[in-house]
């Protein structure tokens, strides 16, 4: 399923470029335009589900591919040994700017706490 007005949903269809850095059956890898650490990933699903708000509709198939892929692309890009933090934003109270679910691979910093 596809949103054509997403912008994740574009980025996933080729219409918008965006610096990918790893794909796999379910998931889309790409740098953050808006870095909040010196490495800031976002992992996406292909399908459009608009938050983690939906996590009860959608197929674990799915979800435990986002979650491998976030661990992969940690490692990959050297966060795995040192540390690195893996968020999700649920809807505008929660600081989700775009209504499709992603998560932020953040490292190559110490993460302080609370975070916001």
């Known amino acids: 399923m596809r ?3 997403c912008i ?3 980025i ?3 219409e918008i ?6 794909e796999t059956e379910h998931a ?3 740098e953050d335009l808006n870095p909040a650490a010196p490495v800031h990933c976002l992992v996406i699903p292909k399908t459009h589900i ?3 708000n939906d996590f009860a509709t959608v197929d674990a ?3 435990a591919d986002l979650l491998r892929t976030a661990a992969a692309v ?3 890009l050297g966060l795995a040994e040192d540390g690195w933090r893996l968020v999700t934003n649920i809807n505008r109270d929660g600081g989700q700017t775009v209504g499709h679910l992603h998560l932020h691979v953040l490292g190559g910093r110490p993460m302080r706490w609370p975070p916001g």
């Open 17 to 22: 470029p965006a610096k990918r850095v790893m």
């Open 3 to 5: 949103d054509p007005d």
């Open 28 to 30: 889309l890898v790409f």
């Open 61 to 63: 198939e799915i979800l």
């Open 50 to 52: 608009p938050s983690a």
């Open 74 to 76: 940690a490692e990959k």
């Open 12 to 14: 996933v269809a080729g």
């Open 8 to 10: 994740f949903c574009k």
